[in-house]
């Protein structure tokens, strides 16, 4: 089981720290990805993360301004947002690989999905 928590409401150019915590499965192994879906929206890739931490990847629109970390030891993944902008505002999702690997940008490739959190950025 995947528990995304830490959205809420900010104003344009703050920050949040959304994190993802695994429950029941052996997230060490896993490679990890963040999505967000907007109403009305596809769910999008927002970045992801190999199962060592050693790789991680970026959608254009989120490079420079998101980190993607992990600490295995908490069974953990976070996702540090700075510089947020209105067109952020989207329910995040953490999702996570059965086998271990590199992560990828298609929603299918993943196995485990949390419950998302809502972010809303107002301007």
């Known amino acids: 089981q995947l528990q995304a928590s830490g959205g809420g409401l900010v104003q344009a150019g703050g920050s949040l720290r959304l994190s993802c915590a695994a429950s029941?499965?052996?997230?060490?192994?896993?490679?990890v990805g963040w999505f967000r879906q907007a109403p009305g929206k596809e769910r999008e890739f927002v970045a992801d993360i190999s199962w060592s931490g050693g790789s991680t990847y970026y959608a254009d629109s989120v490079k420079g301004r998101f980190t993607i970390s992990r600490d295995n030891a908490k069974n953990s993944v976070y996702l540090q947002m700075n510089s947020l902008k209105p067109e952020d505002t989207a329910v995040y999702y953490c999702?996570?690989?059965?086998?271990?690997?590199?992560?990828?940008?298609?929603?299918?490739?993943?196995?485990?999905w949390g419950q998302g959190t809502q972010v809303t950025v107002s301007s």
């Open positions: 029941g499965l052996t997230f060490n192994n896993s490679a």
């Open positions: 999702a996570a690989t059965k086998t271990a690997g590199w992560g990828s940008i298609h929603p299918y490739e993943y196995d485990y």
